[in-house]
């Protein structure tokens, strides 16, 4: 049978027929209405000539393609059984070509959008079931379970998805970076040969893939066909994107696995990872459209996210309920919600030298216990948050010294920010730390965990530690659920779909510098809805870079996003407490609308000017920032356009202030400013757009638009 999955403008078309792997005839823009035999001629059309020199039948890619379909491109699977095991060597060789026999397909008329099919190679003893999902939005997710139905384990090297585009997607965006300089964007053509993205790092890393697209050249935020892929996986991963000199041309991902590092027991199974596949012929926003809506229908809060002061560049170590006392009453002044105190609370934690691990409450800090501080924060009107890392251990610990045997690879291996992984795969390791933890939880009135992994694991098995990391977090969640969690990584190091399953705030980047937030925000938010970034209003001068901003764009960055401060706002001017007192409340104003509307990035015409935006469901609401990055190409910018508006309706535009003024390089604002406002069709908006004050570079200005009632 063919099987035609459609949603909101995406079709997907699976080839179950005959006895081979399925393949996915179609992945892209719906395809209309199709019967029966209007799928059997659109497979026929799939079908390619014979090449001279290529194997005698046509090409055709499978779902998992292999060497043993004639595939010489990169193998979707690699499964390996011991020569010397009790197969020997003759299954090895059955495994290095597989073939695979198509067993059975479930499609339930009760769910439609889910399409399973088993496949097995009875020589090698192998099954691999394939689930595919396509989701309300058109988001396509797939994995694949790997069954050892053989007698000796089964060693697995790759289990990946493996999705054709067309050979028009010539042109590839995925992300690099560093740490406090997450998400960079990187492009390239993509030529004969495969373009392949490992990450290595036992997390997800600050130079992360993240998202590979590959598109018709030149796609941009709000236009071009685009294909992409990403791995909802938190520890190592491949992503790839290839052109074979054959023609086809295929995005692969998955979980990484090091030689030797996985093997399936006899009679057991691997489930891999879900690979989220998301395609769109509007741009990178159109990813989006489809992303953000299905991260959001899977949440684990249905609270709106409270406004937050962290303590940490504000007073890093130096904790005490004296030394915060400034700090909560400007937090109760200025609206915040919730508290949080950082790094430094628990035993012996002076500096990051020492003490992660010992997860109980440091006397010397605070010598009655947290109590007092969480009942003057809950007395001032907020929630309490503490940070943690519970994956990680100092060798200057009581844990360390009492279980050595609990720290991850061998004595002597390097240490990272001073710290060594706790292998929570040890016996006993994992549930320790639970105990500590719920402890905590139960003990304290705390609201939010923020969890943080502050290196790399070089050494072990990422796939265990990562599998028993989730473990925890699950666990915890089961007994504390009513507990919000961020996943913090040293900044953006663990930001993936697979984290998001668990958590609900991630920290894209330790920086708090606005001119490097603004990237960081508008990529991250591919794939994230806004309101899962932690987004903090830093003091003046970036503790990370040294740059000094202004207030008003530190507001206007921090605007979208899950914002915070984190500034110690007891050292703040009494001026500056009145406008981060605006501030808070014109965010508190507008949160339904940042935090459930459409985003919308506009392709620059000026490369320093960035124009985003957030537009309400309805398209009756909508707040645009347009900052300047950098010197202005022209003494006259662009104007700007605001895409993503009803085209038909009008809207009153006005500029939103946030209570701190904003640097400009003009002689007069533009004429309709002495207005205060101005109105406008949503299709001159976006093809014509506004005039906005000339801004001094790093300075951003707001707008609000609202429709008017017809
Ligand atoms: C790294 C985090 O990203 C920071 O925000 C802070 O929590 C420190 N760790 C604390 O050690």
Same mark, same amino acid.
């Given at each position: 049978m063919i099987h035609y999955l459609r949603a909101a403008g995406v079709s997907i078309v699976v080839d179950t027929r005959g006895t081979g792997v399925p393949a996915v005839l179609h992945w892209g823009r719906d395809l209309g209405a199709l019967d029966g035999p209007a799928l059997e001629s659109l497979a026929l059309t799939t079908v390619p000539a014979v090449a001279y020199s290529s194997i005698d039948e046509p090409l055709r890619l499978s779902s998992l393609p292999t060497f043993g379909e004639g595939w010489s491109g990169r193998p979707a699977v690699q499964l390996f059984r !011991? &020569? &010397? *095991? =009790? !197969? *020997?060597p003759a299954s090895s060789r059955a495994l290095a070509a597989p073939r695979f026999e198509l067993v059975a397909v479930r499609r339930d008329p009760d769910a439609p959008a889910r399409l399973v099919w088993e496949v097995a190679d009875a020589e090698a003893s192998v099954a691999v079931i394939t689930e595919l999902e396509l989701t309300e939005t058109g988001v396509l997710r797939m994995r694949h379970v790997v069954e050892n139905r053989g007698v000796g384990p089964l060693g697995v090297g790759r289990v990946a998805v493996v999705l054709p585009v067309p050979p028009r997607a010539a042109e590839l965006l995925d992300f690099s970076g560093l740490w406090s300089h997450e998400r960079r964007p990187v492009r390239r053509r993509l030529e004969h040969g495969v373009h392949a993205r490992e990450g290595r790092h036992g997390r997800r890393g600050h130079d992360d893939a993240f998202l590979l697209v590959a598109g018709m050249p030149g796609f941009g935020f709000r236009s071009g066909e685009v294909w992409a892929m990403h791995v909802a996986w938190s520890g190592d991963t491949e992503l790839w994107a290839e052109r074979s000199a054959l023609g086809p041309a295929t995005l692969g991902g998955g979980e990484l696995l090091a030689p030797g590092e996985l093997s399936i027991p006899s009679g057991g199974r691997h489930i891999t990872p879900w690979v989220v596949g998301v395609t769109s012929h509007a741009g990178l926003d159109g990813l989006s459209e489809r992303l953000h809506p299905w991260v959001r229908s899977r949440s684990t809060i249905a609270r709106e996210r409270p406004v937050v002061l962290n303590t940490w560049e504000a007073v890093y170590f130096d904790q005490s309920l004296d030394r915060l006392e400034p700090l909560i009453a400007a937090a109760e002044r200025v609206g915040v919600e919730r508290f949080v105190l950082d790094d430094g609370w628990f035993h012996g934690r002076r500096d990051d030298r020492r003490a992660l691990g010992d997860w109980t409450v440091d006397t010397a800090t605070w010598p009655d216990g947290l109590r007092p501080l969480i009942e003057r924060v809950h007395e001032a009107g907020m929630d309490f948050g503490i940070w943690v890392e519970p994956e990680m251990v100092n060798l200057d610990s009581d844990l360390a010294r009492a279980h =050595?045997?609990?720290? #991850? *690879?061998? =004595? *002597?291996d390097p240490a990272w920010r001073h710290q060594h992984v706790l292998d929570l795969t040890a016996p006993g390791a994992a549930d320790h730390v639970f105990a500590r933890l719920d402890a905590l939880l139960s003990e304290h009135d705390i609201a939010y965990l923020k969890w943080d992994l502050n290196r790399d694991l070089l050494g072990g098995s990422a796939h265990a530690q990562t599998t028993a990391a989730y473990g925890l977090i699950d666990r915890l969640r089961a007994r504390h659920p009513g507990v919000e969690i961020e996943s913090c990584a040293s900044g953006g190091a663990r930001i993936d779909l697979g984290i998001l399953e668990r958590v609900d705030r991630v920290w894209p980047s330790d920086t708090n510098d606005p001119l490097e937030r603004q990237s960081i925000h508008r990529y991250t938010s591919l794939v994230v809805p806004p309101e899962y970034l932690g987004a903090h209003l830093g003091a003046a001068r970036a503790h990370t870079t040294g740059r000094v901003s202004e207030l008003s764009f530190r507001f206007a960055t921090a605007l979208f996003g899950s914002a915070g401060i984190e500034w110690n #706002? &007891?050292? &703040?001017?009494d001026a500056e407490l009145e406008a981060v007192a605006r501030w808070v409340g014109e965010y508190r104003r507008l949160r339904p609308l940042l935090h459930g509307g459409t985003v919308v990035r506009v392709d620059p015409d000026d490369p320093a000017q960035l124009v985003h935006g957030v537009v309400a469901p309805d398209r009756s609401h909508a707040v645009f920032s347009v900052a300047m990055l950098g010197t202005a190409r022209s003494a006259l910018p662009p104007s700007v356009r605001i895409p993503g508006l009803d085209p038909d309706r009008r809207y009153v535009v006005r500029p939103l202030e946030l209570g701190a003024p904003v640097r400009t390089v003009q002689v007069a604002d533009p004429p309709w400013f002495a207005v205060g406002s101005l109105e406008s069709t949503g299709r001159i908006l976006a093809e014509v757009g506004i005039p906005a004050p000339l801004l001094a570079p790093e300075n951003a200005t707001l707008f609000e638009l609202t429709a008017v009632m017809s």
């Amino acid at each position: 049978m063919i099987h035609y999955l459609r949603a909101a403008g995406v079709s997907i078309v699976v080839d179950t027929r005959g006895t081979g792997v399925p393949a996915v005839l179609h992945w892209g823009r719906d395809l209309g209405a199709l019967d029966g035999p209007a799928l059997e001629s659109l497979a026929l059309t799939t079908v390619p000539a014979v090449a001279y020199s290529s194997i005698d039948e046509p090409l055709r890619l499978s779902s998992l393609p292999t060497f043993g379909e004639g595939w010489s491109g990169r193998p979707a699977v690699q499964l390996f059984r !011991d &020569a &010397a *095991g =009790p !197969d *020997g060597p003759a299954s090895s060789r059955a495994l290095a070509a597989p073939r695979f026999e198509l067993v059975a397909v479930r499609r339930d008329p009760d769910a439609p959008a889910r399409l399973v099919w088993e496949v097995a190679d009875a020589e090698a003893s192998v099954a691999v079931i394939t689930e595919l999902e396509l989701t309300e939005t058109g988001v396509l997710r797939m994995r694949h379970v790997v069954e050892n139905r053989g007698v000796g384990p089964l060693g697995v090297g790759r289990v990946a998805v493996v999705l054709p585009v067309p050979p028009r997607a010539a042109e590839l965006l995925d992300f690099s970076g560093l740490w406090s300089h997450e998400r960079r964007p990187v492009r390239r053509r993509l030529e004969h040969g495969v373009h392949a993205r490992e990450g290595r790092h036992g997390r997800r890393g600050h130079d992360d893939a993240f998202l590979l697209v590959a598109g018709m050249p030149g796609f941009g935020f709000r236009s071009g066909e685009v294909w992409a892929m990403h791995v909802a996986w938190s520890g190592d991963t491949e992503l790839w994107a290839e052109r074979s000199a054959l023609g086809p041309a295929t995005l692969g991902g998955g979980e990484l696995l090091a030689p030797g590092e996985l093997s399936i027991p006899s009679g057991g199974r691997h489930i891999t990872p879900w690979v989220v596949g998301v395609t769109s012929h509007a741009g990178l926003d159109g990813l989006s459209e489809r992303l953000h809506p299905w991260v959001r229908s899977r949440s684990t809060i249905a609270r709106e996210r409270p406004v937050v002061l962290n303590t940490w560049e504000a007073v890093y170590f130096d904790q005490s309920l004296d030394r915060l006392e400034p700090l909560i009453a400007a937090a109760e002044r200025v609206g915040v919600e919730r508290f949080v105190l950082d790094d430094g609370w628990f035993h012996g934690r002076r500096d990051d030298r020492r003490a992660l691990g010992d997860w109980t409450v440091d006397t010397a800090t605070w010598p009655d216990g947290l109590r007092p501080l969480i009942e003057r924060v809950h007395e001032a009107g907020m929630d309490f948050g503490i940070w943690v890392e519970p994956e990680m251990v100092n060798l200057d610990s009581d844990l360390a010294r009492a279980h =050595p045997d609990w720290v #991850l *690879g061998r =004595p *002597g291996d390097p240490a990272w920010r001073h710290q060594h992984v706790l292998d929570l795969t040890a016996p006993g390791a994992a549930d320790h730390v639970f105990a500590r933890l719920d402890a905590l939880l139960s003990e304290h009135d705390i609201a939010y965990l923020k969890w943080d992994l502050n290196r790399d694991l070089l050494g072990g098995s990422a796939h265990a530690q990562t599998t028993a990391a989730y473990g925890l977090i699950d666990r915890l969640r089961a007994r504390h659920p009513g507990v919000e969690i961020e996943s913090c990584a040293s900044g953006g190091a663990r930001i993936d779909l697979g984290i998001l399953e668990r958590v609900d705030r991630v920290w894209p980047s330790d920086t708090n510098d606005p001119l490097e937030r603004q990237s960081i925000h508008r990529y991250t938010s591919l794939v994230v809805p806004p309101e899962y970034l932690g987004a903090h209003l830093g003091a003046a001068r970036a503790h990370t870079t040294g740059r000094v901003s202004e207030l008003s764009f530190r507001f206007a960055t921090a605007l979208f996003g899950s914002a915070g401060i984190e500034w110690n #706002l &007891a050292e &703040a001017s009494d001026a500056e407490l009145e406008a981060v007192a605006r501030w808070v409340g014109e965010y508190r104003r507008l949160r339904p609308l940042l935090h459930g509307g459409t985003v919308v990035r506009v392709d620059p015409d000026d490369p320093a000017q960035l124009v985003h935006g957030v537009v309400a469901p309805d398209r009756s609401h909508a707040v645009f920032s347009v900052a300047m990055l950098g010197t202005a190409r022209s003494a006259l910018p662009p104007s700007v356009r605001i895409p993503g508006l009803d085209p038909d309706r009008r809207y009153v535009v006005r500029p939103l202030e946030l209570g701190a003024p904003v640097r400009t390089v003009q002689v007069a604002d533009p004429p309709w400013f002495a207005v205060g406002s101005l109105e406008s069709t949503g299709r001159i908006l976006a093809e014509v757009g506004i005039p906005a004050p000339l801004l001094a570079p790093e300075n951003a200005t707001l707008f609000e638009l609202t429709a008017v009632m017809s």
